[in-house]
C-alpha cells in the first residue's frame, strides 16, 4: 500500500516537523539510501502499550510517498543497481546503531552507536554521489 502524494506531516518534506526531527530524518535517510521501505506517520498513533513501544505493525501502515518519490530519483541515477543487498545491510546496521545510540545506557555504548551511524551514512552517501556524478 501506499499513500499517493506526500502529507504535510512527511518526513521528506523540508517544511515539516517530522523532517526536522533528528531520529525521523536520521532513519529516512538510512530507509532512503537502503532501499528500506519507510512507512508514512500520517495519522499514526505511535504509542502501543501492548507492543511496550511505538511502532505499530507494518502491514498496517502504507508507504511514505515522500520516500517513493525521492527513492524514484535514487534509483533513476542507477543508484541501486550495483550492490543494492550490500546497501541494504548497511542500512539496517545504520538503524540498529541509531536505535543503541538513542536507547544506550553508558557514554561508551552511545559512542560506538554513534562511530557506526557516521561510518554508515558516510559509505551510503558516497555511493550516492558516485552514482549521482556518473547519471548526472
Known amino acids: 500500500m501506499s499513500c499517493s502524494k506526500p502529507c504535510g506531516e512527511c518526513a521528506f518534506t523540508k517544511a515539516s516537523a517530522a523532517y526536522r526531527e533528528p531520529h525521523n530524518a536520521l532513519k529516512g535517510v538510512l530507509c532512503l539510501l537502503g532501499g528500506l521501505p519507510f512507512y ?4 499514526i498513533d505511535w504509542w502501543n502499550p501492548d507492543l511496550d513501544g511505538y511502532m505499530p505493525r507494518a502491514r498496517d501502515l502504507d508507504i511514505c510517498a515522500g520516500w517513493k518519490r525521492e527513492t524514484q530519483k535514487l534509483a533513476a541515477t542507477g543508484y541501486f543497481k550495483k550492490h543494492r543487498m550490500i546497501k541494504q ?3 539496517k546496521i545504520g538503524l540498529g546503531a541509531l536505535v543503541t545510540f538513542i536507547h544506550g545506557i553508558s557514554k561508551s555504548e552511545k559512542a560506538k552507536a554513534m562511530k557506526a551511524l557516521d561510518g554508515v551514512i558516510r559509505a551510503l552517501v558516497k555511493e550516492r554521489d558516485e552514482a549521482e556524478i556518473v547519471h548526472g
Open 40 to 43: 508514512c506517520h500520517h495519522n
Open 89 to 91: 545491510t548497511y542500512a
